[in-house]
């Protein structure tokens, strides 16, 4: 039987299976409460339940001691619900929120989603899980001190696996290694997560969100929160390309699309060839996305992609559809030198400029 959890101070309320743990609970359903390991090693998730009873479930007492218990203390990552609950934790909503940590991480698979695209799965040691806001990003530290970076293309609450989508790019040490040498079950160390490009879910303005190329990949993470949260705040989403087979997640997003009538979804590619017989929309994405959505002054705008495509996006959107500029979060990409015309059609992502290099 479900019981329902109340948060306090947040006020925000969710249900709770019996046999999932109160912390499950509330990221399958897009309430991001502070966690660690997920796994009663670290302490994070440590909550006060104010009223209502608990099991404490595999609770160590050396992280959870007896007198912690009898305060009305729990682990909420152990803890099982046996009534309805009210609980006092803080929540996640912030970048101030979320501590930044070095892990190693195995690729656990590999799947080749295009030509050119590889999604990267990648699994934390069994005691280890990394929280992050939705659309923020790791850095793959590699051996000779350089770092790679990549969004999260996986929503916090789906964190079993944390999800890459990596480009091929001609000449990249990194994304070379993956499509030719990498392999199932090989180490990594990561670092994260970084980035101030998340959804901002205290906002309830339709949110627009442009994606060129694998700048798809945190536009996925930022939909399947909403997802989660069971939102049903407006999402219109571009992703631009050059040609169909580029779309690499294409049935997804026409799934978002078709199942939930507060998503739009528009492809639009630059480069199609008459073969391939596209009907759909051609051009820029981002001025398709200014076509249909002239006054974005009551409107929150989310883009990723390469570089040019990003600063286009914001002096258009600002100068010639009225969006207030402190709605407009961008995240770019690096690219390699002898792709002028990809980037100008915003289908080049890639790996992003490390900030901190
Ligand atoms: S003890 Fe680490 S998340 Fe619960």
Request: charged share 20%; with cysteine.
């Amino acid at each position: 039987m479900d019981h329902q959890v109340v948060v306090k101070p947040s006020g925000h309320a969710f249900s709770v299976a019996a046999d999932e743990s109160i912390l499950a609970a509330a990221l399958r359903q897009g309430l991001n409460l502070p966690y660690g390991c997920r796994d009663g090693v670290c302490g994070t998730c440590r909550g006060r339940i104010l009223s209502g009873e608990v099991a404490h479930g595999n609770a160590s007492t050396a992280v959870l001691g007896e007198a912690d218990r009898l305060a009305g203390f729990a682990l909420l990552c152990c803890a099982t619900a046996r009534t309805d609950l009210c609980i006092e934790t803080r929540e996640v909503s912030s970048l101030g929120d979320v501590p930044i940590r070095t892990l190693p991480a195995r690729v656990h698979r590999l799947l080749r989603a295009a030509a050119d695209v590889m999604i990267v799965e990648l699994r934390l040691p069994s005691s280890e899980r990394l929280q992050f806001l939705a659309g923020q990003y790791v850095d793959i530290l590699l051996k000779d001190g350089k770092r790679r970076s990549f969004s999260l293309a996986n929503a916090p609450h789906d964190d079993s696996l944390l999800q890459l989508h990596v480009r091929r790019i001609a000449g990249g040490q990194f994304t070379e290694h993956v499509f030719s040498s990498m392999r199932e079950r090989d180490l990594l160390r990561l670092r994260g997560p970084m980035g101030s490009f998340f959804l901002r879910d205290d906002s309830t303005k339709p949110a627009l969100l442009v994606a060129g190329g694998t700048g798809f990949a945190p536009i996925k993470a930022i939909v399947e929160h909403a997802l989660a949260q069971r939102s049903t705040r407006p999402m219109d989403i571009y992703w631009g390309a050059r040609q169909q087979a580029d779309l690499y997640l294409l049935q997804l997003a026409q799934q978002w699309a078709a199942q939930h009538r507060w998503i739009r979804f528009v492809p639009v590619l630059s480069d199609s060839p008459p073969a391939d017989g596209w009907h759909g929309r051609t051009g820029l994405v981002h001025v398709a996305a200014m076509h249909d959505h002239p006054d974005l002054s009551r409107h929150q705008a989310y883009v990723c992609g390469a570089p040019a495509m990003v600063a286009a996006a914001r002096r258009d959107f600002l100068d010639h559809c009225r969006l207030p500029a402190d709605e407009f979060f961008a995240d770019s990409f690096d690219y390699a030198p002898d792709t002028q015309q990809a980037i100008a059609t915003g289908t080049l992502s890639e790996m992003k400029v490390p900030p901190h290099d």
